[in-house]
């Protein structure tokens, strides 16, 4: 067998151009120095990226790095799905950040860098084909984020949510490498292709001690990166320390990130048998700690990356459906591999806006403050309110937003497909649970807000930085805060869209 690996450079185009937009801002930042240029680079080379991701993906799946007929990249509809993904968050969080580089405060070259690199992690992540490219992917995807975490300048909460970040992130990534290596020693093979057919072709190989601790070590590491219970420690401090951007990439592309990397081993390489009864029950934890928590949330930061937690519970549970003999039929386990990536996409979607919508109400470099900062919104701001009232709405899963609504309707529906009935039952009521918060948000949006006498410690006054408001620039800081409405824009038409048509997004995630 020839050792000579093919090179297919149609399939890394995406992955060209992902790197080559951190050239770019590299070198539009060493040329030019100029804030606006440098983000403009990031913003161009992200949205080569997407274009170059949905060309490559139009066509046949692309494999390149083979020997055989084992391959360490695979580029089909998945792979694209996942880069446009990515691309197009990058694109948002970077028009989220506008304020935030305006202030001068945080450098805008080295900011752009890293958010391009992440961005370069998370399109190979997509298409990887055996374990190491994957683990080194979904490390170029989290690397850059310890240093954005820890990029506003003055605040303890920043530097302290970058260290706890850092050090929780290089224990998943050990215990994911040691797995790994466990592995590699057990049957000789790093390809998710190769092992899944070792496992089917020498079942003995799952009675070996080593093979054990190799999968179990492999699934908690990843579960780390999507912060299922009770790996979830580090995600509420690491996202209200952060700048508010890169608290809404952590919660998007980061999560999306290790739900890739989490279900591209259990669906090609792991044994079903043996991952279903791990998922399910860090699915019914994961969703159950993360809306009881969120209940007595007062930080609207907080209270989002609570409702993440819960997020990943219900991303993870299709995948629980796989403990049960008739949820590992191939219709089954199709469907609940599509059903996880489907509602992964609706709520980076949903949680973008939300994102947005808090950007959009606070001042440039604050925090996400308190849920009482919220109180009165739509008497300021209606339409900013109304867009987060929806993703809000979506994210509870109810009507008018149908992103959300779907998303957990293909979710039970799976679950019931695959005979997890039981699981399903809990997906229902813990969505119940999260109706409790999300709702009480939504209508502090028109509760009456209280005047009052005093700035508030972290900012200026409410009105000194709504447009139009007394003692603000008026037009001028429209003006300034268009990239901020841009995205919160595109993210609402995006729910809407794949409210009304979610079967493209579930038939991309079934290829």
């Known amino acids: 067998m020839s050792v000579v690996q093919s090179v297919d450079n149609v399939a890394l185009l995406p992955a060209y151009l992902a790197a080559g937009t951190a050239v770019l801002v590299l070198l539009a930042d ?213 700048p508010l951007p890169v608290a809404a990439y952590l919660s998007t592309a980061s999560k999306l990130g290790g739900v890739v990397a989490l279900l591209a081993v259990v669906q090609h390489a792991l044994p079903a048998g043996v991952t279903g009864p791990v998922l399910a029950l860090l699915a019914v934890l994961t969703m159950t700690v993360g809306n009881l928590v969120a209940l007595r949330q007062r930080r609207t930061v907080r209270l989002l990356a609570w409702s993440s937690v819960a997020q990943a519970g219900y991303i993870l549970a299709p995948l629980g459906a796989l403990a049960l003999a008739a949820g590992r039929a191939d219709d089954a386990r199709a469907a609940a591999y599509a059903a996880a990536v489907a509602y992964a996409v609706f709520f980076v979607v949903l949680e973008l806006g939300a994102f947005a919508a808090v950007v959009a109400l606070r001042p440039a470099g604050a925090d996400g403050g308190t849920l009482d900062d919220l109180r009165g919104a739509a008497r300021r701001r209606p339409a900013v309110a109304v867009a987060l009232a929806l993703a809000l709405v979506g994210l509870a899963g109810l009507p008018p937003g149908l992103a959300g609504l779907f998303a957990k309707v293909t979710v039970v529906r799976s679950l019931l497909d695959g005979g997890a009935a039981w699981l399903a039952l809990v997906v229902a009521v813990n969505a119940v649970i999260g109706l409790a918060y999300y709702l009480r948000v939504a209508a502090l949006l028109w509760s009456a807000a209280p005047a009052p006498a005093v700035p508030a410690a972290d900012g200026p006054a409410p009105n000194d930085h709504v447009p139009g408001g007394p003692g603000s620039a008026g037009p001028a800081l429209a003006i300034r805060a268009w990239p901020v409405a841009a995205v919160l824009v595109a993210a609402t038409v995006a729910a809407l869209v794949i409210g009304v048509a979610p079967q493209l997004v579930l038939d991309l995630a079934a290829r």
């Open 30 to 242: 060493l040329l030019v120095a100029r804030t606006r240029v440098t983000v403009a680079a990031a913003a161009l080379g992200a949205t080569a990226t997407v274009v170059g991701a949905v060309l490559v993906g139009a066509a046949e799946e692309r494999r390149t790095f083979c020997v055989g007929p084992d391959c360490s990249y695979v580029f089909g509809g998945r792979a694209a799905l996942v880069a446009v993904v990515v691309a197009l968050l990058t694109l948002g969080v970077l028009g989220l950040s506008g304020p935030l580089l305006r202030a001068g405060t945080t450098p805008a070259g080295e900011y752009c860098f890293l958010l391009a690199a992440s961005m370069t992690g998370g399109v190979v992540l997509g298409a990887a084909g055996d374990l190491i490219t994957l683990i080194v992917a979904l490390e170029t995807l989290t690397l850059p984020l310890y240093v954005l975490v820890g990029l506003r300048r003055g605040s303890l909460a920043s530097v302290e949510a970058a260290v706890t970040f850092f050090v929780v992130s290089v224990v998943a990534t050990t215990l994911t490498l040691l797995g790994a290596a466990l592995l590699y020693a057990a049957t000789g093979a790093l390809h998710l292709g190769r092992l899944g057919a070792l496992f089917a072709e020498r079942p003995e190989l799952l009675d070996l001690p080593l093979t054990t601790a190799a999968v179990a070590l492999i699934v908690l590491g990843l579960a780390f990166k999507v912060a299922a219970v009770p790996f979830h420690a580090w995600a509420p401090a690491t996202y209200d320390g952060a």
